[in-house]
Each structure stands twice: as structure tokens, then as C-alpha cells.
């Protein structure tokens, strides 16, 4: 049994430096994915290292695409693709590599996979995603806790959402840029990373207009190289950061991000009282040595709302100020699992339903905590910056499934933090 490592963090120590931000998690796997649609090679830069990046090029290998990694660069090589079937093995490692069925079957016309199922945020149902296939021509039986699709050609299609879904919304692009004629896409999810695939996209041929907007319009080409593109910057591990700068009174220069991709986060580190300076140079300062003070509401809601991975770091600094703040979490059903660990450093924090009021607390008192999904063990280590003594964290398998070397990051603004 592979002994478990662990954070341990002394609180106390004011976050101060200059940070260069990772490449997006949720950028780089839809793109990884699209690489299956390109025949040759495709080169993708600025590709973080995570675990969730390598689980996608594992399933990469397995359908038969060289696959390598030098550095932050992933070299994808599609001319042979060899299966169409995802392994439960694999499948398991990632739930989200539901986002591999759009491109098997606009690449081979069929596609098998075990049923990725929900994980700790919620059910994550793809009724979204296989209804659309569906439309665009693909027959789909789930049985035996497998999905299998076959569509001899895909044919472009209209597609409605009932409300904006990311995967879907992604995966219906990666189905349509070699489908038969065109397809339309309404009430479409319109986070950066939907541009992101669809810049990644254009680069290898596609024909897409729209990305970003409610509505995509895509018309089917015959086929698609292979690229050389650079993966977005991480907006919500710069915003996870951020509230680490924040929540240590500290202040924190971000690099190689996208200021612009933040949206709703900066006015609301500002509301709460901090400096936020963005520079078109693609850097972001933060300064909280100044009285901060809680918002009063915190409502997440598909882009350009307030993101939903940003609510547990932010309520971890909520925790911290002075005055009450109630969180609405309107996209995943079980996305409070952060709180009882918050609670066990002393915050204030009641549950009802999707709401969670949180009472700010001038002091929190490090303690042992166990992380319960990414964003929740990113507002642990949040919250353990500020806290009194040591806190150690366990179960980090889940942090580093999104966060590339947090240590490393946060020790070298200042933090006293370490991986034993
Ligand atoms: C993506 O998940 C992100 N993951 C999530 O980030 C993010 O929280 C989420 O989008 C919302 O922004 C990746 O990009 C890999 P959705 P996704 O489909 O695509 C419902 C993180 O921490 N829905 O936009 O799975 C669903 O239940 C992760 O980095 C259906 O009902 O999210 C949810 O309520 C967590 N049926 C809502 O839509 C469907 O077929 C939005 O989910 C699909 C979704």
C-alpha cells in the first residue's frame, strides 16, 4: 500500500511574490482529446502536469496515437488510430473523458466506453451529450454499464441545451467539425476554455463561428492536420491563488495568465476590498493589505457568472473575514463536502440545501484535514495559509489532479509549505 503524502502547511506567513500561472486543466483535456480528429502531428504547449493530463494521454496511447511529453509540450500523433474503445480502467481514472466519445466518432464512426458515472461534486449525468449524438445520426446502446455508439457518418445537426453544459458543449463541437453538413448549437456553455477548443480547432481546419457566444455555428470539413497551439492559461488556479494572496493579507503577482478569462472574480476580490491591478501583459496584481470585508452574496452560475471551481477557495478566504457571506451553488448538488473540513480549522459555516452561510472568523486554528475533491482540498490549503500552527492535509492525490506542483508555487511566494 503506496504510503499517502501529505501537505503540511504553518499558517501565518503573508503570501508575497510573483507567480506564473499553469496551463488550463479544463483547456487542455477537450484538447487533447480533439487530437484523435487530426491525422498527423499536433504539438500542444503550455500543457500543465497533472495527473488528469496524463490519464488523457494514457487513453491517447491506447487508441492507438503516439503520445509523449516533453516539459509542458505534448506531442499527439493521430495518423493511426487504431480502436475506438475506452477501457473501464481508464475510464475510471477520469470521469471526464466522456470527452473522448465526440472525437472517436467524428474520427472512426463508433466509439465504447464504460460509463464514467458521477464522482464527488455530484451525478455529472451525459444525458446532454448522448441526446446530441443522437440527433447528429448516431445509434447508442447502454448496457452492462457500457456505452457503445456507431454512426456511419455523422450528420450535422441542430442541438438545444437546457441549460449551458461545458462537456457537451465541447463534445458536440469535437462530433460536428467532420460531420456531414452543419450543425448549430443553442444555449451553448461560453467559458474560455469552449474558445480555447475552438481556436485549437480552426488552427486544424475546422469551421467554427460563434465560440463564446450562446450560439455555435459549425460546418463540417473532409478532414483535419494537426497543429502547433498553446493551451490557455488556468483562470481558476490564478483565481485559486489570488484568494491565497488574499487570505494571507498578502499581495501576489500572477504571470502568464488571462485577465480578462478571470470575469466575475476580480470585481469580487474588490467588493471584499482587495487591489487588483491586470496588465495587458497578461499579469494580474493583487494587494490585500487592506481592511477586507465579506460580500454579502456569492451566487455560482455558468460563464460569465461566478465559476463554480472558484466557490470552495473563495470560501475558505470568506471564512476569514469580518461580516457574513451566503454562497448559492447552482451547478453541482454535493459541492459543500470542503465545509467540515473548514469547520474542523474553526470556521463558521452552515449548510442548508444548496446555500451555505458562512460567519467570518478572526482566527482559524490549523488542524488534520483529509481533501474530498479538487477544488475542495485547494480551499483546504486556502484556508491553511491563514491558519494558527500546522495543518496537514492528506488525500492530495485530488489536489494534484488540477493544481501543477502547488507546493512549489505557493512556497515560493512565501508560503511554509511542504510535501512529506
Ligand atoms: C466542466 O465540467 C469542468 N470540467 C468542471 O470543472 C466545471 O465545474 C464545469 O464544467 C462547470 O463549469 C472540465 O472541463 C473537465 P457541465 P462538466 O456539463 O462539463 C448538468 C474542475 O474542478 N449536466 O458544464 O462536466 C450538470 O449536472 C471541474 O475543474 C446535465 O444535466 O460540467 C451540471 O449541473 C469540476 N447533463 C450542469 O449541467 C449533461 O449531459 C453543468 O455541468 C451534462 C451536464
Known amino acids: 500500500m503506496s504510503v499517502q503524502r ?13 507567480l506564473s500561472v499553469q496551463g488550463a486543466k479544463n483547456s487542455s483535456l477537450p484538447i487533447l482529446a480533439a487530437a484523435v480528429l487530426c491525422r498527423g502531428q499536433t504539438e ?53 473523458s466522456i470527452i473522448f466519445m465526440g472525437a472517436l466518432l467524428g474520427r472512426t464512426g463508433q466509439c465504447r466506453m464504460s460509463f464514467p458515472g458521477g464522482c464527488e461534486i455530484g451525478s455529472r449525468p451525459i444525458d446532454f451529450h448522448l441526446d446530441a449524438f443522437r440527433k447528429m445520426g448516431a445509434k447508442i446502446t447502454e448496457e452492462h454499464g457500457y456505452i457503445t455508439c456507431s454512426a456511419a ?7 438545444s441545451f437546457p441549460v449551458p453544459s461545458v462537456g457537451a458543449t465541447e463534445n458536440v463541437m469535437l462530433a460536428a467539425v467532420l ?48 497543429c ?36 466575475l472574480v476580480v470585481p469580487v476580490l474588490e467588493q471584499i476590498g482587495c ?3 491586470s496588465f495587458g501583459s497578461g499579469s494580474v496584481y493583487l494587494n490585500a493589505r487592506k481592511t477586507l470585508k465579506a460580500p454579502a452574496m456569492i451566487k455560482t452560475a455558468p460563464y460569465p457568472g ?44 452552515n ?41 496537514k492535509i492528506s488525500k492530495i492525490c485530488y489536489i494534484n489532479r488540477g493544481y501543477e506542483d502547488i507546493e512549489g508555487c505557493l512556497r515560493s511566494v512565501g508560503a511554509d509549505i511542504r510535501c512529506v
Do not use: W
Open 6 to 18: 501529505r501537505l503540511i502547511i504553518k499558517g501565518g506567513r503573508r503570501i508575497e511574490g510573483e
Open 275 to 277: 487591489s487588483i491591478y
Open 228 to 263: 502547433t497551439y498553446t493551451v490557455m492559461p488556468d483562470r481558476i488556479a490564478a483565481a485559486t491563488y489570488l484568494c491565497c494572496g488574499a487570505i494571507t493579507r498578502g499581495e501576489i503577482l500572477l504571470t502568464n495568465t488571462d485577465p480578462a478569462s478571470l470575469g
Open 153 to 159: 457518418k455523422l450528420r450535422g445537426a441542430k442541438i
Open 44 to 96: 500542444i504547449y503550455n500543457c500543465p502536469k497533472l495527473s488528469d493530463c496524463d490519464a488523457a494521454c494514457r487513453i491517447l496511447s491506447s487508441l492507438g496515437c503516439g503520445c509523449k511529453r516533453e516539459g509542458n509540450v505534448v506531442c499527439v500523433n493521430s495518423s493511426a488510430v487504431c480502436t475506438s474503445d475506452i477501457s473501464e480502467k481508464l475510464m475510471r481514472e477520469m470521469r471526464s
Open 306 to 349: 461566478f465559476p463554480t471551481d472558484a466557490q470552495p477557495p473563495l470560501m475558505a478566504l470568506c471564512s476569514t473575514l469580518p461580516g457574513t457571506t451566503m454562497f448559492t451553488e447552482t451547478i453541482f448538488e454535493n459541492r459543500y463536502r470542503h465545509v467540515s473540513e473548514l469547520k474542523r480549522l474553526g470556521a463558521k459555516i
Open 351 to 391: 449548510v442548508e440545501g444548496q446555500v451555505a452561510v458562512v460567519e467570518g472568523v478572526s482566527r482559524l486554528s490549523g488542524a488534520e484535514l483529509e481533501a474530498c475533491d479538487l477544488r475542495g482540498g485547494a480551499a483546504m490549503v486556502t484556508a491553511a495559509l491563514f491558519a494558527e500552527g500546522t495543518t
Open 179 to 226: 460531420a456531414e453538413g452543419s450543425t448549430e448549437i443553442h444555449n451553448a456553455a461560453r467559458e474560455p476554455e469552449i474558445c480555447d477548443l475552438a481556436g485549437f480547432l480552426t488552427k486544424c481546419g475546422a469551421k467554427i463561428d460563434g465560440a463564446g457566444t450562446g450560439t455555435i455555428h459549425i460546418e463540417g470539413v473532409k478532414s483535419l492536420s494537426g
